[in-house]
């Protein structure tokens, strides 16, 4: 969530996100990125909560998107010890 001014007109509260899986190189080593919290004990990599994914980042796969402060971003990996590397930019008043 947003310390700066939170949610509102789209556009105006936000920030743009980087994110990339700096994993160690494997074949299974994923990141999922999602929206909403799935429901207790489902992983956002798990078959029942695919509806709150957005994407899956391989090993040195990247995203940069712009994002409004009206939800928040839920990250899960496939394995244990997985590492994800983040910038947030804010959006100035």
Do not use: H
């Not at 994110?19 to 190189?25: E, P, W």
């Not at 429901?39 to 695919?50: E, F, K, R, T």
């Not at 998107?65 to 010890?81: Q, T």
Request: charge should be negative; hydrophobic fraction near 45%; aromatic fraction near 12%.
């Amino acid at each position: 969530s947003a310390t700066n001014g939170g949610p509102g007109v789209g556009g105006t509260a936000g920030a743009f996100l980087y994110i990339k899986n700096v994993s160690a190189a494997s074949t299974t080593n994923f990141i999922y990125v999602g929206v909403a919290v799935a429901s207790a004990g489902d992983l956002i990599g798990s078959p029942g909560a695919v509806a709150d994914r957005l994407m899956t980042l391989k090993v040195g796969e990247f995203a940069f998107l712009p994002i409004d402060y009206n939800y928040d971003i839920n990250v899960d990996a496939s394995a244990a010890g997985q590492l994800l590397e983040y910038w947030l930019f804010d959006r100035g008043a």
